[in-house]
Structure formats: structure tokens, C-alpha cells
């Protein structure tokens, strides 16, 4: 049972993730954009909110669950 589990819950993630890597920033499973402009980004998700800041911030992948952010990241907070 608990192997069965483990396999739903990767096929299901619903954990709301960031990853940074090589100077690009993965959001899964947010909720939604509150703001977005070059210098800053804005995600809420089931908890609160991230907000990103940083020069040229372009959301370079879209997708239901999921975004890719690039650009010059200079900080990474949490609200």
C-alpha cells in the first residue's frame, strides 16, 4: 500500500516546488501571477507568496502547473 501511495504521489505532485537552476528559477504548482514586469514577479500559491526580483525577468515557460522564469535573479523572497 504505501509503494502505491509513493507512485501517486509522483504522478499526482501537488506540492508546491521551486527549483533554481543555472540561473533559471521552476515554479510548480503555483496558483497564480499577481504581478509581472521585468524587475519584479509575483507568484501566489496554496500557502502565500514568492516574489522574485531581479533585471530583465522574463517567464520563458507557461504551462497550467508550471513556469520557467530567466534572467538576471537577484533575490527570492517569501511572503
Not at 12 to 37: C, T
Not at 60 to 75: A, C, P, Q
Amino acid at each position: 500500500m504505501n509503494l502505491l501511495n509513493n507512485l501517486k504521489d509522483l504522478v499526482l505532485e501537488e506540492q508546491f516546488k521551486i527549483n533554481y537552476i543555472q540561473g533559471k528559477l521552476n515554479i510548480v504548482n503555483y496558483k497564480d501571477i499577481a504581478h509581472f514586469d521585468n524587475n519584479k514577479i509575483i507568484v501566489n500559491y496554496t500557502d502565500g507568496s514568492i516574489v522574485i526580483g531581479g533585471k530583465n525577468l522574463v517567464i520563458s515557460k507557461m504551462v497550467s502547473d508550471e513556469l520557467l522564469i530567466e534572467g538576471k535573479i537577484e533575490k527570492i523572497e517569501f511572503r
